[in-house]
């Protein structure tokens, strides 16, 4: 009888909901759009010292005497997926995805990151029967080639600062063009680079924890840049004739507003902000295989101000150039949130220091369990207008979007089922009203997941996932049965019936009754 009643409840609380957050338009997406959702390999994989992997820069980061890591913790078992991703396909199979965006842990499948160190069958094994276990359920696998974990023995060798990265880069990436090209048909080379570059080589907040704010954070993305093209034009040589598949590079950015509109260098510094952030990887490969004008111009004045002989922004070879440029099918795009921006002239020599600009929330926009992630779904369509606007309207997959909470959420995740219904609803505005070229969309995440310097203290997962039971059970939060309903209409359709709400929220009081009698633990 508790069971009964507490389901009853928890449909009132849902059936609420639907009325709280309405959604701005209704309509739907072309017959051919594409719903997904993604993880990466670190966060959930765990195994990470078994069957022949080799230690990565996070293995490493999140070993160190003090813990660099908000709650101490690691991801050395985190969702333990190398054990259970039969359990991760049918949670996708169960949401209707068209396809699961994930990552191959470099260090799994090149112990060294090198060929001449040997490739290690059982990492190659365990993609192989995830891909298949995909397929075989309908779901497509679109893989990220390099999402932060690199092999420690290249960063020993100084990593993404060496120009040998390029070369170590092409040979993994050949290796898996190689093994998995028969059945992958979308890769991304790299994810967020901005933040390997930038978090891992300025700040030191992530992996490897260097803290060379002035010049490693664009030797980094030199290499990266370089990189990316050297792999995109070896699929286009060697690959792309038999296997059909496209290469893109997933790049992150929040929308940048002015702090005041009617402030002309407000306005300019927003427009330097985005550059910055986006233009610094998308502008090479988008616009002629160079670094964005503004970015030249400061970086080289600043730097003939510390009377360097050499710009700190490298500078690309005519070869590389032509490599860079249109090197990309699609563009990837992680979007979460919107900053405002005010031009501020600074003295400190760095990526933020550079472009001579000051960031800030506006005190109205709803916050997450994230400091830098606030609820403003607006600039998500003007992003994605920017991108139309500025890269003649490229073939946009949004590869994530998402809301961060806490442990206390657990199911009842309204913030999050919010921030997708209005995110989600602003691209149905973009799609159908503004002609952005957008094709595919992708929640971030499937699952509750180690996530980097926060550890297990902040929640993006769609999924509950419980880090104190061994066999790291998985259940639907509110959002996930959200998700799963606008994913089957393909959107926000004008007429919905009152029995598929009913029936969805049935589902979703079922799964908090029975987590309020505690058999998840």
């Not at 078992?77 to 039969?86: E, F, G, H, K, W």
């Not at 490693?216 to 060697?238: D, F, I, K």
Request: proline content about 5%; some cysteine; aromatic content about 14%.
């Amino acid at each position: 009888m508790r069971l009964l009643v507490l389901t009853l409840l928890s449909l009132v609380i849902w059936a609420n909901a639907q009325n709280e957050y309405p959604e701005t338009i209704t309509g739907t997406f072309p017959e051919d759009f594409q719903w997904g959702l993604a993880t990466a390999s670190y966060q959930i994989e765990g195994a990470w010292d078994v069957d022949g992997k080799g230690e990565n820069i996070w293995d490493t980061f999140t070993h160190r005497v003090v813990s660099p890591i908000y709650d101490a913790s690691t991801g050395d078992v985190a969702c333990d997926s190398y054990n259970r991703y039969q359990v991760d396909v049918q949670l996708l199979k169960n949401m209707g995805v068209d396809f699961y965006r994930f990552s191959v842990s470099w260090s799994r499948v090149l112990s060294t990151g090198r060929l001449a160190g040997g490739v290690n069958a059982a990492g190659i094994t365990y993609y192989n029967n995830l891909i298949d276990d995909l397929i075989a359920n309908d779901i497509e696998p679109m893989i990220t080639i390099y999402h932060w974990d690199l092999p420690q023995a290249l960063q020993d060798v100084n990593g993404w600062q060496n120009d040998t990265i390029v070369n170590a880069f092409e040979e993994y990436a050949n290796l898996l063009f190689s093994n998995f090209g028969d059945r992958i048909k979308k890769w991304i080379t790299f994810n967020e680079p901005w933040v390997t570059c930038v978090l891992g080589h300025g700040n030191g907040e992530h992996a490897p924890g260097i803290v060379q704010p002035a010049t490693a954070p664009y030797l980094c993305a030199h290499n990266v840049l370089r990189s990316h093209g050297r792999v995109y034009r070896l699929y286009e040589r060697t690959y792309k004739a038999a296997q059909n598949g496209l290469v893109g590079i997933t790049l992150d950015s929040a929308y940048y507003t002015p702090k005041d509109p009617e402030n002309d260098e407000d306005v300019k510094a927003a427009e330097r902000a985005v550059t910055f952030k986006h233009g610094w990887f998308a502008h090479p490969i988008f616009k002629g295989g160079d670094y964005p004008p503004i970015m030249r111009e400061l970086i080289d004045s600043k730097s003939a101000e510390d009377n360097l002989t050499l710009s700190r922004l490298p500078v690309f070879t005519a070869d590389e150039i032509q490599a860079i440029s249109g090197s990309s099918d699609f563009l990837g795009f992680n979007h979460y949130t919107t900053e405002l921006v005010e031009s501020s002239i600074r003295s400190d020599r760095s990526w933020n220091g550079d472009q001579n600009t000051a960031t800030s929330h506006h005190p109205d926009w709803p916050p997450s369990a994230a400091s830098w992630l606030k609820h403003v779904p607006w600039g998500f369509r003007k992003l994605l207008n920017y991108f139309k606007d500025t890269y003649a309207n490229p073939v946009v997959y949004v590869t994530e979007n998402g809301f961060a909470d806490t442990e206390n959420e657990r199911l009842n995740d309204d913030g999050r089922v919010r921030y997708y219904r209005e995110y989600i609803n602003e691209m149905l505005k973009a799609v159908t009203i503004d002609d952005c070229n957008v094709k595919a969309y992708t929640a971030w995440s499937l699952m509750d997941n180690f996530e980097w310097a926060r550890g297990y203290s902040e929640r993006f997962g769609i999924h509950w996932v419980n880090f104190t039971h061994p066999d790291r059970p998985r259940y639907p939060k509110k959002s996930a049965i959200e998700l799963k309903k606008i994913f089957a209409d393909n959107g926000f359709p004008a007429e919905t019936s009152g029995s598929t709400k009913l029936v969805v929220g049935v589902m979703y009081g079922f799964t908090v009754a029975v987590f309020m009698f505690g058999r998840l633990f």
